[in-house]
């Protein structure tokens, strides 16, 4: 099962945003999101994907994560929220999130 918070996906649309001006995508952003969104909802529909609420207990863990291994806040956001859903592990493009995850106990995996 996958999980993202609500932040998580805002991020996702900016990175797809990113590559499309970067000429990394074959088409535009708008494209890119509204299929991300349009899967994203699919998935949630057949119970394979959970929206992590984002209440002050994942807030102050994210804080904690952030402050202890360094990360920007958005990147803490997202093992907190593995945290709060105990998800089996973390795939993220980021080495050093990856190492974050790990050394708070998720398991994470480096997509090259």
Do not use: W
Request: some cysteine; aromatic content about 4%.
């Amino acid at each position: 099962m996958l999980s993202a918070s609500v932040f998580n996906i805002g991020e996702a649309a900016s990175a797809l945003d990113k590559k499309a001006r970067q000429g990394e995508l074959r088409g535009d952003a708008k494209t890119a999101v509204s299929l991300m969104l349009r899967e994203m909802a699919i998935l949630s529909r057949m119970g394979g994907l959970v929206l992590v609420p984002i209440g002050l207990r994942v807030v102050k863990a994210s804080i904690r994560i952030a402050l202890a291994h360094h990360l920007y806040i958005a990147d803490a956001l997202q093992i907190a929220s593995c945290l709060r859903v105990r998800c089996e592990a973390l795939y993220t493009a980021d080495q050093a999130l990856a190492e974050a995850a790990e050394k708070e106990g998720v398991k994470a995996y480096v997509l090259r």
